[in-house]
């Protein structure tokens, strides 16, 4: 940068003879960038030193060539056409350039006169298009959200057509006017193209230089990403159940870095920056832009990372208190009692009692934003209104939509048990009444309190809750997991469980959820369903495999989920956390597998090979086939499904094949795969 400078001080100094001398040291300068001596004829161009600057370019484009640096030398010849744009010499160096530099592109010919740069359209006009044809030649790999990373394998110059290959859809034919608008390209450096191409080159950068491979991540997209963003594309490279561990042990590195920008505060988003951020500075600008409420936020936040921050921005925040007194009481009161706890000498011309004197409690407690200071205004309250404070409490949790204020609340009440569950009663007794806290109570459930909510005489109005109030359906799919409707159905009497099947009938939950509640239900109820119960014929050994099979699903894979269930929650917010999501899903699908297993375990039955007929083919018999033409023999045994081995032509008796032999006696004729054979023998089956 150094030669840089001293160029544009002799073109300031019009010292031109020194300015050859740098200009020369510049071209032999190994570390300087082509943009860098565009910057000086630039500047030249300006002076007005145009012909200079042409000549200087000359000198550069001829070093580039004999360096080699052939696409730095197209650069230089492009700039050159600033200066000289009708120069033929110029224009034949350009096409012959581009054929050095794309000399393995099969299409160029066509491109270069489709394009018109070796004929006499306007140059600037002909570079443009022949770029957007090289643009989306064969082999250039592009990103789009609909398919993911592709390769154009195919290219229609005359037509601008190209096909293109993607992880999700291959051979999708595109319009290059339309591939213009839909495509991201991706260099041979792209996060997506390693992805692609590379996979064990990430795998190993996640183990040796996780943060390297996050920052890589951030280059390659150049927009602002957020946690979850970012751990959907690190899938793949990092498994699935290590992805929640990963991020929580890079975050603070990233954080820390000083190419990293985070804006947002509830949902934060992350962005590379080539230079260094000033982390204080742009806390500062953050806080000048943000709303007042989100400049408290911001301000508390600076109290414990940035205190210097913070000292800045106190005047600001004391003018913000006190503007919004009246306005925003809630606000002006976080403020107050920031600045108490931080030792501000900021005086506010308010205090707290006058605040709590003119506005109502309900109003200035449901608008403040510190849950700290929430709580410790509770606190107060039952101190300076002794006779009232409940009443005050379940004013707030009625009013307020916040859940973690209903929880504040909830915590304050703590020792008054009986005015807490009268205030629970009410919510689950009208949860249309006051959704916002019927789903903060779920939610309670989820988080496994609340148990007494988790009975059979409660279960029909959480299902049928489903229908008519808004955003609840999620989290009772959530608390009713196959495990835990199993449980409570255990515990249900008849009428119970019949009142629990009316409410399934009109809820709005998923129709396979519902129908695999309604097989629980049977299992528990098997009276309530009158459809006769089928038998599943089995041999003894194949029902003591699908006992063992049911022993392990109970003694291990149920067990063992629990303990996944219980890790993945320690990953922390479980909104993001893959690990927690999948071993819930996988809790539901065990015991879904285990009331299966049960049921078909109770309607087994045990094939009596000893005492089958064998006068004609029946379920636990062998039947030996001939074809009409007598050269080919097969031989079928006819058992259960859980007996069915190919390899040693047991069949099962649901299978077709079965259906067509089962009732044949011998010397009947079959037809299988339109091949005629006669069954020449019927015997009993023998597991020995």
């Known amino acids: 940068m150094e030669l840089v400078e001293r160029a544009k001080q002799a073109i300031i100094e019009k010292d031109f003879k020194k300015l050859d001398d740098i200009w020369t040291e510049m071209i032999l300068d190994k570390d300087m960038q082509v943009s860098d001596a565009l910057q000086i004829t630039e500047m030249l161009k ?23 640096n052939y696409s730095d030398a197209l650069t230089v010849y492009k700039s050159m056409l600033y200066f000289a744009k009708e120069s033929k ?113 990430l795998k190993q950068m996640s183990e040796s230089e996780p943060l390297d491979l996050v920052l890589l991540l951030l280059k390659s997209f150049k927009t602002p990403l957020t946690a979850a963003q970012i751990k959907t594309q690190l899938l793949g490279i990092i498994d699935k159940n290590r992805i929640g561990t990963f991020w929580q042990h890079v975050r603070k590195e990233l954080e820390q870095c000083d190419n990293i920008r985070i804006t947002g505060r509830t949902t934060k988003m992350y962005a590379y920056s080539e230079r260094a951020i000033d982390k204080t500075q742009q806390a500062i600008e953050a806080f000048g832009s943000a709303p007042a409420r989100e400049k408290y936020l911001r301000a508390e936040e600076y109290s414990r990372k940035q205190p210097e921050v913070f000292n800045h921005i106190v005047p600001e925040l004391a003018k913000i208190a006190i503007a919004q007194i009246t306005k925003d009481p809630g606000l002006a009161l976080d403020i107050l009692m920031l600045f108490d706890e931080q030792e501000v000498r900021e005086e506010l011309p308010f205090t707290l009692d006058k605040l709590l004197d003119r506005e109502k409690l309900t109003h200035i407690i449901t608008t403040m934003q510190s849950a700290k200071h929430q709580s410790k205004l509770l606190q107060i309250t039952k101190e300076k209104y002794p006779q009232s404070w409940i009443s005050i409490h379940r004013d707030i949790l009625f009013t307020s939509g916040d859940h973690e204020l209903l929880n504040i609340v909830a915590t304050s009440l703590a020792t008054e048990h009986d005015a807490l569950s ?113 038998v599943i014929w089995t041999t003894e050994s194949a029902l003591n495999g699908k006992k063992e099979e049911l022993r ?64 004609e083919v029946n379920i636990g018999t ?21 007996d069915s081995d190919l390899d040693q032509h047991i069949i099962s008796y649901e299978a077709p094949l079965a259906k067509v032999l089962l009732g044949k006696k011998r010397g009947d004729a079959v037809t299988i795969d339109d091949v005629v054979y006669k069954i020449v023998e019927i015997k009993r089956y023998s597991e020995l």
Request: with cysteine; charged share 30%; aromatic share 10%.
């Open 46 to 68: 300006k002076s007005p030193e145009s012909e200079r600057a042409l000549m200087l370019l000359e000198m550069l484009a001829s070093h580039c060539e004999s360096s080699k």
């Open 89 to 201: 010499t110029i224009r034949d160096k350009i096409v012959q350039l581009y054929r050095t530099i794309h000399r393995e592109s099969e299409h160029l010919e066509q491109y270069l006169e489709l394009s018109g740069l070796n004929a006499d359209v306007p140059i600037f006009r002909a570079l443009e298009k022949l770029d957007e044809f090289l643009k989306f030649d064969i082999g250039t790999f592009f990103y789009f959200d609909r398919y993911g990373v592709g390769s154009v394998v195919e290219v229609r110059p005359e037509t601008r057509e190209i096909v293109v290959d993607f992880e999700r859809k291959k051979r999708h034919f595109l319009k290059i006017e339309v591939a213009r608008g839909l495509l991201t390209p991706l260099s041979p450096t792209h996060f997506l193209f390693l992805k692609q191409n590379a996979m064990d080159t």
């Open 422 to 534: 009268d205030m629970y009663q009410t919510i689950f007794s009208v949860p249309k009444q006051y959704p916002h806290q019927f789903q903060w109570l779920l939610k309670k459930i989820q988080d496994g309190a609340l148990n007494e909510y988790q009975q059979p005489k409660f279960l029909p109005r959480l299902i049928e809750s489903t229908s008519y109030v808004k955003g609840v359906k999620g989290l009772i799919n959530k608390i009713l997991s196959h495990e835990k409707f199993d449980t409570i159905l255990g515990a249900a009497s008849e009428q119970e469980a019949q009142h629990i099947m009316n409410a399934l009938e009109h809820s709005s939950l998923p129709e396979y959820k519902i129908n695999d509640f309604l097989k629980i239900i049977e299992y528990h109820f098997p009276q309530f369903f009158e459809k006769e119960r089928a």
């Open 552 to 615: 392990k699903l109970v003694d291990v894979d149920i067990p063992q989920n629990k303990k996944d269930i219980s890790r993945a929650r320690e990953f922390g917010d479980l909104s993001e956390n893959f690990e927690y999501k999948a071993a819930k899903e996988k809790q539901d699908q065990l015991y879904q597998k285990l009331r299966l297993l049960e049921t078909e375990i109770r309607q087994a039955k045990i094939i009596d090979t000893s005492h089958v007929p064998i006068d």
């Open 622 to 642: 062998t039947a030996r086939l001939k074809s009409s033409s007598g050269d080919v023999d097969r031989e079928y045994t006819i058992l259960g499904k859980w």
